[in-house]
């Protein structure tokens, strides 16, 4: 056990009787399994080719611990600017679900609830899905994140169903006097024929030093589609990591999109498995990043069977001294013919001090395949600046134009129409700064 993770490993020992299902004896050995192989692996460093370019040892050097339950009630009018009355609106204040603060599902063939309520109420249910499809032995967040298991998101998508609302995750930590963490587990299934939209939304109240630790379970049963739309807005002194395992099945779709406008650390990872024949899987990115933030994009699918389609498509924009890191790893297996791929991440520096460390990468063991992959790095075109300047728009807000239109094909991406216009809204706030 390293000193590091000492501090955690007690924190979880001390309040395992208090943790919803801790009377569930498979449950008990999934968190204690958790726990071991967190303490084995301790947290990863920058020798770990994964983390190469991250380093974590801000969590050995700070005890986070959990957020306490908010003493001030908080009003719907609160987090006007997070909710939205077309959406179905799931609320969490530090971690707690938060009723009051979220709507009732008036969706037919939609199970939506939180997760400690179904680990209480109805733990046969999740038995066979929590927990099978994140890699819990080899990553250590994602086995902290088991240890806690705590409270987050259920979502069941029933057969035949489409969900014509979506569905928002709302995550928001308040103003903490020390420094603390919240252990976000959500369980995504869509069963056969299904659709729904689903938005996790992290923001914060404040400025506190804080920690965010989230993991995503989705299960795409046969010819089911899922939209996933992440946007990380915690404050600047927030550090941030999510995991996000897909496991899809003949003829599904995952389709993800992932926004970073904030956040002094973020990692985000994505992995997905082609289980069966005929999937898809979209994965989208945009990231803004400043001062010195930092922001990693780990992405692996999995192309397991025949005629898959995987694309990617990450977009950077970097100022001062930030750094943000982004490895796409494509992995077509021998029996995976007529699989289709590509990937690209292209990155815009706005600042001579600002780095990139991208790596597209594939691996090929089928000979029946169309893939590919790229990589750009640049800054604003200086002729395309004066051409905009002799047409009487001023250097500044001839940079921020340019920005925003290398950036805004990526919010076109989102369908829902109110969600793109507070992206846009969003987008424009950033790209106006004193650092763009």
């Known amino acids: 056990m390293s000193n590091s993770t000492q501090p955690y490993i007690t924190a979880i020992n001390s309040i395992a009787n208090e943790l919803p299902g801790n009377n569930l004896s498979w449950l008990q050995n999934t968190r204690n399994n958790a726990l071991k192989n967190f303490e084995t692996l301790g947290f990863p460093n920058q020798k770990n080719e994964a983390w190469k370019y991250t380093k974590t040892n801000v969590f050995g050097k700070k005890q986070f611990s959990l957020c306490e339950k908010p003493c001030v009630a908080l009003l719907k009018e609160d987090i006007s600017h997070l909710r939205d009355d077309q959406y179905l609106n799931l609320v969490f204040i530090n971690g707690y679900f938060t009723p009051q603060l979220s709507d009732k599902n008036t969706e037919e063939g939609l199970i939506l609830t939180n997760l400690q309520q179904m680990l209480c109420d109805s733990s046969e249910t999740i038995q066979p899905f929590l927990s099978q499809y994140s890699d819990i032995k080899n990553q250590s967040f994602n086995a902290l994140n088991t240890a806690y298991m705590n409270d987050g998101s259920y979502i069941k998508i029933q057969n035949n169903q489409v969900i014509k609302k979506p569905i928002q995750l709302i995550y928001l930590t308040t103003q903490q006097s020390t420094p603390a963490m919240t252990q976000p587990r959500n369980l995504i299934i869509a069963e056969p024929n299904s659709q729904a939209t689903i938005i996790e939304n992290y923001a914060t109240f404040g400025e506190s030093e804080h920690f965010t630790n989230s993991l995503t379970e989705i299960i795409t049963q046969e010819n089911s589609s899922v939209e996933h739309i992440k946007i990380q807005q915690e404050c600047s002194k927030a550090y941030h990591i999510a ?13 993800s999109h992932s926004f970073v406008f904030d956040g002094k650390l973020t990692r985000n990872e994505i992995n997905s498995v082609f289980a069966e024949e005929g999937c898809e899987c979209t994965l989208n990115g945009l990231y803004l990043v400043s001062g010195q933030q930092h922001v990693d994009h780990q992405t692996s699918i999995e192309h397991v069977k025949p005629n898959g389609t995987s694309k990617q498509t990450y977009k950077g924009i970097l100022a001062d001294r930030s750094r943000a890191v982004f490895n796409g790893r494509v992995k077509v297996h021998k029996n995976a013919q007529k699989s289709f791929s590509e990937q690209t991440n292209d990155n815009l520096l706005l600042s001579e001090h600002a780095e990139i460390d991208t790596k597209p990468q594939l691996e090929i063991y089928a000979d029946d395949v169309k893939c590919a992959h790229g990589a750009t790095v640049g800054q604003l075109n200086p002729e395309e600046i004066f051409y905009l300047q002799a047409r009487g728009i001023g250097y500044k807000n001839a940079k921020e ?16 129409e109110t969600l793109q216009k507070m992206l846009q809204q969003k987008l424009s706030n950033c790209c106006t700064t004193e650092e763009i």
């Open 243 to 255: 995991s996000i395992s897909t496991y899809q099945h003949k003829d599904s779709r995952f389709t």
């Open 401 to 416: 134009l340019l920005t925003v239109a290398f950036a805004n094909d990526m919010i076109n991406k989102i369908k829902v």
